[in-house]
């Protein structure tokens, strides 16, 4: 018999439900306690009936770089495990401090898709270095022989217009005419899933309201939609400016509230700025995890 979550000092393990503009988290210290996730387990904790609920499962961990100060890794609701979410990056910044395990400014994390650089504002949101953005199809990856601010998706009878961006994980992004209408449940899925993505893509349904504005909502993949996904919002602007519809500082508007984005152009990183909430603290029953990994119905 194995099990996903083991402790062997404790019969629980400690989390901090977190959210950022809705998009929601469950984090775990797994400094100061022993954590080993599996798929079968962030399955069940991310459940919203059986479970805590969650989007994305993140967990903190002791660098192995010595040019960092924690290893930050992301599990989306069905398991996967991927290499960057942007609104958790500020719900981690929030966590360590919050936790005491740092009071340094900035603090560098580790992830598998590079460094974050994150900073606390005075105003107690936080400004994340999310990275200079992938363009060229190898990077993304999608399936292209060359390099442009637009392709074409062929998508059923119908072939979409879509930028292809990478921030440490893979972007779809489309114009739309109103973010209200826009067939997010039935033909994010299709994108995501694309053979053009090989390893699957978030797509982002953005609505220009003007050069320094934009509402967007987000297919994420392993998650289906969400109430923001900060990737995705950068990889929106940085779409936007390739094809001069937007300004260099953006603020994006979400259904669970809005970002702030800045992007210089090629070359340089993409800052993200918004908000990170605690929601409550909780435990997670070794018992409760024992029993899922035993097939239970």
């Known amino acids: 018999m194995s099990h996903s979550l083991t402790d062997s000092a404790s019969p ?7 959210q950022g503009l809705g998009n929601d988290f469950v984090v775990f210290d797994g400094i100061r306690q022993r954590v080993e996730l599996r798929p079968e387990t962030i399955r069940a904790i991310a ?30 609701a069905d398991g996967t495990e991927v290499a960057q979410c942007g609104n958790g990056a500020r719900c981690f910044a929030v966590f360590v401090r919050r936790a005491g395990l740092t009071d340094k400014e900035p603090i560098t994390v580790e992830t598998m898709a590079g460094r974050l650089i994150l900073h606390h504002q005075d ?78 893509c978030n797509v982002g349904f953005m609505e220009v309201r003007d050069r320094g504005h934009i509402q967007l909502r987000v297919w994420e993949r392993g998650a289906g939609e969400t109430l923001a996904c900060g990737s995705n919002a950068c990889a929106a602007i940085v779409a936007g400016i390739r094809w001069d519809e937007l300004d260099h500082a953006v603020a994006v508007t979400l259904p669970g509230g809005s970002l702030y984005i800045e992007w210089a152009g090629p070359g340089q990183p993409v800052m993200m700025t918004g908000p990170a ?5 909780g435990v997670w029953p070794i018992s409760a995890v024992l029993g899922n990994s035993e097939g239970g119905s």
Do not use: W
């Open 12 to 18: 629980s393990l400690r989390f901090t439900k977190m």
């Open 277 to 281: 909430q605690v929601v409550f603290d």
């Open 47 to 76: 459940d919203r009936h059986f479970g805590v609920g969650c989007d994305q499962i993140l967990l903190v961990e002791t660098a192995t770089s010595p040019d960092c100060d924690f290893r930050y890794r992301i599990f989306n």
């Open 123 to 200: 105003n107690g949101e936080v400004t994340v270095n999310m990275g200079i953005p992938q363009l060229t199809p190898a990077e993304v990856p999608f399936c292209s022989k060359e390099e442009a601010p637009e392709y074409l998706l062929p998508v059923g009878d119908d072939t979409l217009r879509i930028a292809a961006v990478g921030m440490g994980n893979p972007h779809a992004v489309l114009r739309v005419s109103s973010v209200t209408d826009a067939p997010v449940a039935t033909l994010g899925p299709r994108i995501e899933t694309h053979p053009d993505f090989p390893q699957r």
